[in-house]
């Protein structure tokens, strides 16, 4: 992977964008600009669109936020401090929150007085409660014990142990894994930092200390699961954003493990530097910087940005001249930050970095309905984490050894060989383009599992999922490969033809109409209606496998040269081998069109794939009763020339390699005339041509009762020579050694 | 060896008769069985599954069922009459009416002292089995329609009755019905009716009934209730059987398929068992009618002709031979006698003989080639036996000049006069009724008298007279006497000796000039197949069910050396794994060291002067003789020439020293001659 050029990035800045903002809500005195000020916490209200917002008062207030507008807000008692933000219990849609560090409140949306809702007073001091989707509210004491809040409301006096002594936590988070929650914080002391990680279910605590980079200070955190692996990052007061990995399964009882560092992202754009104050991860190749741009000589403007860290670009910035409480928070693809006196939501839009989108491969990137992005937040928390190993790909270059050994590891555990492929193909799902492609091909190397096919199919479905997802995707060259190499059919990638139609990738069209085994009749017959519809001129830009035709079409080519065998020395030899052949060869001369091709080679081939392809009668004839009329009779002209064509050789068999057989065409004919009758009885200009297709027939049904004539007189023949063989008696000799 | 000219016979149009019942005999090892025309046959599992006994049919006594009573075989027809089967006799003892219309089943108790038949008027009747015959003893309750099949509670106190919608149980002290259960019950077309085809009464206390529904149903007869149901097949389930241990049970359809059940244990070490339907078999072509389940075989006939034994696997101590599948279509004796001198061959049909002259070839050729004919073979004379009974035994002279046959209660002689293109017969009159009965008959070679087998081991010699006249001339009889019927005999090519072989299986060599008693061969445990007299030597060859063979040397009263070799050396493995008897030995005069004989499957001939193969050799080694040169052929060489080019073969004998005559019926020239089957699965259908 080669990084961005200096041109490209400007393109590259199209792939992440902010859009319209509006503002949210007013703060109050305690709210506002400034790194004392601002709210205490933003968080996800009990359904889509709505936020808890807890300033650092005594209220909480439940938004609606496309309608701006509050549903709801409850307020501690005067004196009363709310010291932990409000969160919703998404199972039993209550709200908690802990006042005064040690007494929490539970209550409903229908509850009007805080004060007279469930009261627990707890034995330590709370630092953070996280709800989580799946798996209720876990309380996090300020000591580093964490509960549940099930097992604390059983006896909420009960003793909690501190386990961090002096370090104080700067930040927590929470996840999923495995049905299970895991809670990470990071604590600092003395300017140290260290990260705790915590299984609740299974006691498992795990202390890492983080490796310090000289001079530099951890200023905020955000973390991501993903296969096991927790992936933290870090921002540095030295402008840099540093991703550490935290495998979650390491057995390891060593103390205090270092958990080494990665640069992934430096913050400064052409010497202007970001000092960022806090940071959000939007996808896995973007990430959301608040912070203020310092260029030397110049005022620091603060401004939101959002980065590539793929490319280590940065895609688009917006200056915030009222001055921010340098938080932010995002939801539902929407920023929340304050911005002087406001909540202020800043939509954004972010698609999924490619180099084949940075070079422009990709039309229409900027058509804003279409771009498909991940909302990082919304996400299951299973597939919260994307794939971070395309990522560490990416950014492998500028990472230590260290950081090579631990990718090393990380990536036995996370794609270890029996790893299955559906799980694979998950965790694929959201990989760039390349990545995704690559990681494919991968799979497809490891050549004959035991399900090799299924695994092919899977692989074909996961790509043309991704064509449907994003129309302008389409892995035009790696699909042919795949099917050119592999023996697919129809049944195990059954969208694949569906997409190549609509793509119009002819080539591969007939690659798998020669190739699949079971094409229903339906595509079948969407793949000759498009090939009849495609203009000729089209087509000869296209690169087709012209083996079926080329060995006797004969429109580029001159006819005399060509089949010099035919005249020879100024006489016919066809003249002396058989009668009737020649008058039809005579009346073919006759008139003009009709022993060219009446398609180009390139339509030949195509249709000579469709006429060769498996069908059942029954199924095909309705839907080839649907046939334009001029194609209908474009593809009689054409069958009309492969049965001549047929009939010139005694063999019936038309030259080269996988042509169509004197019976597939026939039974074609058969059927297209089946279908079209009344069409064709209609159409004046089928009707030169049914009379020539007539005369043709007649012609050959008179030879062929001369045939049948020869066939009964031999018959009769063998039968008497049967006769004399004697069925009952019969003198033999016999050898005994 | 040689090149011989081989008259490949094919129009003997035989038709074996179809399998109609089945009576497995468990003490004697022995099955009795029954054909459609009448022809009851018994089988000796013991002796290489041997067809020991055959007494031919009579047009009037079909047989519907069969019963052993200890050693003594009962059958019942639809003539109404029970009959008991002299088996030492091969004749019918004693037949007493049923006084209930035609009989359509019986069965036997357990202890063999009654029986019970099941008439066409619905009555159940028992038997007393007393010597010498049967005794009326009780009429069991009446009910409509005809009684299909029987089976007697093992304790000999119920017998439950199978008939046409239903079935029902008897109380055998009481004669009365003391259940009927509907067995159409369940069917939704209401208006068809379901017959009861078997019958099974388990010690249980359980009913088992197979039915033209393709149904195998349990039932406890004493609720009154289906306690299990089994639809087998689309076609009717037409026969059943248990086996003794009443642990297994054959059924047999009227598509040809045979399926096993077995009692097994619900889970494995558990104590709840259930019948399972197990194995499937397919080896008929036609209705298999009758079924029998011996400790461990699967039997069972079809109206295909076919005897089909099925040794179960797992019931097997040895798992190579034995437990092999047999199959048997051919009667294990000669049908077919030639007369050599003629070039006629005499084919014995059940109730006609015909006579065919062998056509004739002066063309020349190798190994392997058709020659041209000359002449084509001649239907000479089609001679039709009067009355119902069918033709025990049939004969022609090497001459061609005399013809004789017998049935059961008739002996006819004829004088065969051959002008120019015509034939002309003459019977014989007044010919000695003190003859019969007749099991076998042999001319000797001057055609000069006639050798009549006939029962208490005699064989009575009679001097045929020119123009047209016999004259019974001496009976011989073994000097110990024997109550079993002589069915090979053996005559010496210069009329000197003769060998018969008896029922009991010891073979008497009389002295004919003297008309004496010569000697007895040493009994071996097993049937004889086949004998013949050297002309040369005056050897007896003894062919034995178990494929042994043995030499006898008649002057010398003993083995001969080389009988004593092969006994010592053993033969070859191959050899005795044929599972089709010899049913024929005959010399060629001018090489003496050579025995030919055959089955149903090959021809052989011996070369004495050659050594026997070891089980190490390949036994049917023609092929590779014929592909190798002259010089290496020699150190392959072994005694044995088998060809089995010419199968199934029914008779072969040399006509002169390079002449051979084989008399083939191909398998599928019979399935054309039977109706067709009553139900044929069709692919896709």
């Excluded at chain 1, 006896?155 to 929650?181: G, L, Y």
């Excluded at chain 2, 349990?218 to 086996?243: K, R, Y």
């Excluded at chain 2, 002996?411 to 009724?433: G, T, W």
């Amino acid at each position: 992977m080669r990084h961005a050029t200096s041109r490209e990035r400007g393109r590259l800045a199209n792939m992440a964008a902010l859009c319209e903002s509006f503002t949210l809500c007013g703060l109050g005195p305690s709210g506002g600009v400034g790194l004392d000020g601002g709210l205490l916490a933003l968080e996800p209200g009990p359904d889509r669109d709505h936020v808890l917002l807890t300033d650092r008062g005594r209220t909480a207030t439940l938004f609606k936020v496309s309608d701006q507008k509050p549903l709801g807000c409850w307020s501690a008692k005067h004196g009363q401090i709310i010291t932990c933000p409000v969160v919703c219990n998404f199972e039993t849609r209550e709200y908690i929150a802990v006042h005064d560090d040690k007494v929490l409140r539970i209550w409903k949306n229908t509850d009007v007085n805080l004060d007279k809702v469930f009261k627990a007073t707890l034995s330590a001091d709370v630092y953070r409660i996280h709800s989580l989707p799946k798996g209720g509210p876990v309380v996090l004491f300020k000591g580093g014990g964490v509960r549940t809040l099930d097992v604390l409301l059983e006896a909420p006096q009960q003793e909690i142990e501190n386990i961090i002594s002096d370090e104080v936590i700067k930040w927590s988070e929470a996840f999923m894994e495995h049905q299970q929650p895991v809670l990470i914080f990071a604590t600092e002391k003395n300017g140290d930092s260290f990260v705790y990680v915590q299984k609740l279910k299974m006691n498992y605590l795990h202390k890492y200390k983080l490796e310090r980079q000289e001079l530099s200070k951890a200023l905020s955190f955000t973390a991501y699961i993903k296969n096991q692996i927790i992936t933290l990052l870090c921002l540095s007061s030295n402008d840099s954003v540093y991703k550490f990995l935290i495998p979650l399964q390491q057995n390891t009882e060593e103390e205090e493990q270092i958990l080494p560092r990665s640069l992934l992202l430096n913050l400064s754009v052409s010497g202007s530097v970001l000092k960022g104050t806090s940071f959000v991860v939007l996808d896995k190749d973007h990430i959301a910087v608040l912070g203020s741009l310092a260029t030397a000589g110049e005022e620091s403007k603060e401004c939101l940005t959002i980065w590539n860290t793929k490319f280590q670009t940065l895609q688009t910035s917006k200056e915030l001249p009222l001055g921010t409480s340098g938080q932010i928070w995002c939801y539902e693809k929407k920023f929340f930050f304050t911005h002087g006196k406001v909540l202020t939501v800043v939509m954004y839009k972010c698609e999924t970095s490619s180099l084949a989108a940075a070079v422009g491969k990709l039309k229409d990137s900027q058509a804003p309905d279409v771009s498909s992005f991940v909302d990082w937040n919304t996400l299951g928390d299973e597939e919260l984490v994307i794939s971070f190993q395309s990522q560490q790909s990416v950014a492998l270059k500028p990472e230590s050894r260290m950081t090579l050994r631990s990718k090393k590891n990380t990536v036995a555990k996370v794609q270890p060989d029996t790893l299955s492929v559906g799980q694979l193909l998950l965790n694929l799902k959201d990989a760039s383009t390349t990545v995704f492609e690559n990681e494919l091909r991968q799979v497809m190397s490891k050549g004959q599992m035991p399900d090799f096919q299924a695994t092919i199919g899977c692989v074909v479905t996961a790509l043309i999922n991704r064509c449907k997802a994003n129309p302008k995707y389409y892995p035009r060259n790696f699909l042919l490969q795949i099917v050119q190499n592999q023996d697919l059919s129809y049944s195990l990638c059954p969208d694949l033809m569906v997409v190549a139609l609509e793509k119009k990738d002819l080539h591969l069209l007939q690659i798998c109409l020669q190739r699949f085994p079971d094409i229903p009749e339906e595509i079948t017959y969407a793949c000759l209606k498009a090939f009849l519809s495609i203009s000729d001129a089209y087509l000869q830009r296209i690169d087709l496998n012209l083996e079926s035709v080329i060995c006797y079409l004969d429109i580029e080519f001159n006819d005399k040269e060509v089949k010099t065998e035919i005249v020879e020395n100024g006489f016919s030899t066809e003249l002396e081998q058989d009668i009737w052949e020649t008058k039809i060869t005579k009346k073919l001369h006759g008139t003009s069109d009709g022993e060219s091709c009446p398609v180009g080679p390139q339509k030949a081939a195509l249709l000579n794939a469709v006429l060769r392809s498996a069908y059942s009668e029954t199924f095909l004839l309705p839907h080839l009763k649907n046939l334009p009329a001029q194609q209908a009779v474009l593809f009689l002209r054409y069958l009309y020339y492969l049965y001549v064509k047929c009939s010139e050789k005694i063999n019936t068999t038309l030259p080269g390699t996988c042509p169509p057989t004197v019976n597939q065409i026939m039974d074609w004919l058969c059927l297209l005339l089946d279908a079209q009758f009344s069409v064709m009885v209609m159409l004046p200009e089928a009707k030169e041509l049914l009379s020539k297709l007539h005369k043709f027939v007649r012609a050959q049904v008179r030879f062929y009762s001369e045939l049948n004539k020869i066939e009964g007189s031999l018959q009769e023949l063998q039968r008497l020579n049967h006769q004399k063989d004697p069925h009952t008696y019969s003198v033999e000799v016999l050898e005994l050694i | 060896m040689g090149e011989f000219e081989v008259h490949r016979v094919r129009f003997f149009g035989l038709v074996p008769a179809g399998v109609r019942c089945l009576a497995w005999q468990p003490r004697g090892d022995r099955l009795g069985l029954a054909r459609t025309d009448g022809t009851v046959e018994v089988y000796n599992f013991a002796a290489n599954y041997f067809q020991e006994k055959v007494i031919p049919g009579h047009e009037a006594r079909s047989v519907e069922a069969l019963c052993w009573a200890g050693e003594r075989l009962f059958g019942a027809g639809l003539s109404g009459e029970i009959t008991e089967y002299d088996l030492a006799g091969l004749c019918v003892a004693c037949s007493v009416d049923g006084c209930g219309g035609p009989i359509w089943s019986m069965a036997v108790n357990s202890s063999g002292t009654q029986l019970a038949i099941g008439c066409d008027d619905g009555s159940v009747k028992l038997f007393q089995v007393v010597p010498g015959g049967i005794q009326f003893e009780q009429n069991l309750d009446r009910r409509k329609g005809r009684v299909l099949c029987l089976s007697w509670h093992p304790l000999e106190t119920h017998i439950a009755a199978g008939s046409i919608d239903s079935f029902r149980v008897l109380d055998v002290c009481s004669g009365q019905t003391v259940q009927r259960i509907m067995v159409n019950y369940h069917v939704k077309k209401v208006k068809q009716e379901c017959i009861v085809w078997g019958i099974a009464f388990l010690s249980s206390g359980t009913v088992v009934t197979s039915d033209s529904f393709g149904r195998v149903q349990f039932w406890d007869w004493e609720q009154g209730t289906l306690l299990d149901s089994h639809t087998v097949s689309n076609s009717a389930i037409l026969s059943l059987a248990v086996s003794e241990k009443e642990d297994s049970i054959i059924v047999g359809t009227s598509a040809g398929a045979t399926y096993q059940f077995q009692l097994l244990p619900v889970k494995l070490s558990s104590q709840e068992k259930r019948w399972i339907r197990t194995k499937p078999f397919h080896y008929h072509t036609h209705d298999v009618r009758a079924v029998a389940h011996s400790s461990t075989a699967l039997i069972s006939g079809g109206l295909d002709a076919q005897l089909v034994i099925r040794p179960l696997m797992e019931k097997m101590q040895d798992k190579g031979y034995e437990a092999a599948l047999r199959k048997f279509t051919f009667p294990h004796r000669r049908l077919v006698s030639c007369a050599r001198e003629a070039r006629l061959l005499l084919f014995q049909f059940s109730q006609h003989l015909e006579l065919w002259r062998l056509g004739s070839t002066n063309g020349t050729g190798k190994d392997g080639d058709v020659l041209p004919l000359s002449s084509m073979p001649e239907h000479l004379v089609q001679l039709k036996s009067k009355g119902p009974e069918h033709i025990y035994c049939s004969c022609i002279s090497p001459c061609g000049s005399w013809v004789a046959y017998a049935t059961a209660s008739r002996f006819h002689l004829y004088r065969v006069h051959y002008e120019d293109d015509s034939v002309r017969i003459e019977k014989i009159p007044k010919v000695s009724k003190l003859l019969l009965p007749a099991y076998q008959l042999q001319f000797s070679s001057d055609s000069s008298s006639l050798f009549i087998a006939s029962a208490r081991g005699c064989v009575h010699v009679v001097l045929l007279l020119e123009p047209g006249g016999c004259r019974h001339l001496h009976t011989l009889q073994p000097p110990s006497g024997s109550p079993e019927a002589v069915y090979l005999l053996a005559l010496s090519a210069d009329g000197r000796w003769l060998a018969a072989v008896s029922g009991d299986w010891a073979i008497h060599i009389y002295k004919l000039k003297r008309l004496k008693h010569h000697c007895t061969v040493p009994m071996y445990s097993c049937a004889v197949t086949a004998v013949a007299i050297h002309p040369v030597t005056n050897n007896l060859v003894i062919a034995y069910s178990d494929q042994q063979l043995f030499e006898f040397s008649i002057p010398e009263k003993q083995y001969t050396d080389w009988s004593r070799m092969v006994q010592k050396s053993g033969l070859h493995k191959v050899w005795l794994e044929r599972d089709s008897p010899i049913t024929h030995i005959t010399f060629n005069p001018k090489n003496p060291s050579h025995i030919l004989l055959h089955d149903t499957y090959m021809f052989c001939i011996i070369d004495k002067s050659l050594p026997l193969p070891d089980n190490s050799a390949l036994l049917m080694n023609q092929c590779i003789l014929k592909q190798l040169p002259e010089s290496a052929r020699q150190q392959q060489l072994h005694a044995f020439k088998i060809c089995k080019k010419f199968q199934p073969l029914l008779f072969a004998d040399l006509l002169d020293e390079k002449c051979l005559v084989m008399v083939e019926r191909p398998i599928m020239d019979i399935k054309t001659q039977l109706p067709l089957p009553t139900q044929q699965k069709k692919f896709g259908t």
